[in-house]
């Protein structure tokens, strides 16, 4: 069958290159399912931000679910999906909360004091991946209860793994290489740690996404990764500036592979004490309610770079405790001596 002529485009009709593209002419599900959901969460929001249309796509739940699920395998579970449906915005708030690091909370002067017009957090959910080289190799989701007196009176400390709980890896750790994995695990090694409040709908992550610092044990042969971020606390005290450390602690199996068998949180201050559980969680709701920006980076320099001034005051607060011990030792002595002078002044006058 013959087709008519006016049903066809003339060859010769001219095309006209000056009128612009518009992301409008792109059919909505087109952009929705097919570019979109290819954006990862700081480039989606950039691209929300451009207009009312992207705007509109962008804010579709189950898009930032699945964004939230890839990043964090952890908040997959029942139990996480089932507290990140109760934050304002669902998925976004959460991602939002949870994907920049802590590194512009405000340090403002404060007190450690409850407000006890305002319950604080009964329940503490951590979510936690590592990765190595991007591959996941652990994840795991732990629910922590805060108001016992067991848990406010101890040091602040929250296991991921069981005592006799080892995760094997496909990692290859051979016999005198140590030094070599446990440099190499520097680089490799990435971490987040996403403490959830379920009562206040607040979420942050509290690893520097690389390790700050990785140290082989002298005596087991363990390799101590650390991730770390640095909070504000009481002004003047040896909590002003706490350090919120995540210690991943490795070993080798007899087939020479790396296992994890250690993964912990405690809260430390500049006298290197670890805070107790009333405290650290005072810390850690006031971290939770401070603002966090909304970085579209997340600036794994910049937490480490805090974690070396961390160091720096550290190491310069207890040189200055050393030096007021000292005079205070010189002290006590010149009394002691001046004293034992006068004792003896006075017997050879009588």
Known sequence: MACSSSQLPSPSTPVDETRPASISTVHPDIIQTHILTRLDGPTLASAASTSSQLHALASHQPLWANICHSTWPSTSTPRVRQVISTFPDGAFSFFSDSFPLLTNLDAAATTLELNHDQDGPCELISAVDIYHRDKLILSRVVETETVTGWFQCSPFRIDLLDPKDVVSTQIKYPAGQESDTCRDLGDDLTLSWILIDPIGRRAMNLSSHRAVSVQRHWLSGEVHARFASILPGEKGSASEHVQCGILVTCGGSEGGELQVREVSLQVEDMDGMHLNGR?????????????????????????????????????????????????LDTLCVAFGVLGFFVFWLFILCR
Do not use: D
Not at 300 to 312: D, F, I, N, P, S
């Open 279 to 327: 405290k650290g969680l005072v810390i850690l709701q006031r971290a939770l309610e401070g603002r966090k920006g909304r970085k579209k980076s997340r600036r794994e320099e910049e937490g480490r770079k805090r974690y070396e001034e961390y160091l720096a005051r550290k190491k310069e607060r207890k040189e200055k405790k050393l030096r007021t011990e000292g005079t």
